[in-house]
């Protein structure tokens, strides 16, 4: 499996292959190598073994701050899969003012920023509910909200414009 991971900004390639033994791993990161163990040990913890050091993970499901916990320390983290045609959409033609629309029908339950704000790529710009699913929207690039055509409790269909990033 080969995903996409931001963490902290920065971009890594990563390539997930099962090794010979069960709950073994061998981990390519941005081309280097190491072999993994993993179990969950519960649902969102995870004990991973990586070059014989040993790690807790604690995933955090706040779909606003994804983060992990790694020991004692928190990694803001982002992961999609290189294939996704969604990422190659949400990736394409970030020159020149960009809209961003509903992927789905449903509600607009939260709105995170207002007209005129300044915005960085990733910055989460509002949360619809479909299928009893939040799903938050971000901007595909850095710049200025130039037009925020949706209010919390609004009703937006599938392909509709929700807001235009300069």
């Known amino acids: ?7 902290d900004g920065k971009q890594h390639r990563v390539d997930l292959t099962p090794a010979a033994e069960p ?7 941005d081309g280097h190598t190491v072999e993994a163990d993993a179990h969950f040990i519960r649902p969102g913890v995870l004990s991973l073994l990586l070059e014989g050091r040993a790690h807790r993970i604690v995933l955090d499901a706040d779909l606003a701050d994804p983060a992990l916990h790694l020991d004692e320390h928190r990694i803001a983290w982002q992961a999609e899969d290189p ?9 394409a033609g970030t020159d020149g003012p960009v809209t961003l629309k509903a992927s789905m029908p449903g509600r607009v339950v939260r ?5 005129g704000d300044h915005v960085v790529a990733h910055q989460g710009i509002l949360v619809i509910e479909a299928m009893k699913m939040q799903n938050e929207l ?3 690039k850095e710049g200025r909200v130039s037009d925020l055509r949706v209010e919390p409790g609004d009703t937006v269909a599938d392909g509709e414009v929700l807001a235009v990033i300069e």
């Open 1 to 7: 499996m080969k995903l996409d991971i931001e963490i």
């Open 23 to 29: 709950g073994r791993w061998n981990v390519q990161l």
């Open 83 to 91: 294939r996704s045609f969604q990422r190659r959409r949400r990736h």
């Open 111 to 115: 709105v995170l920023v207002e007209h």
């Open 138 to 140: 971000k901007s595909p």
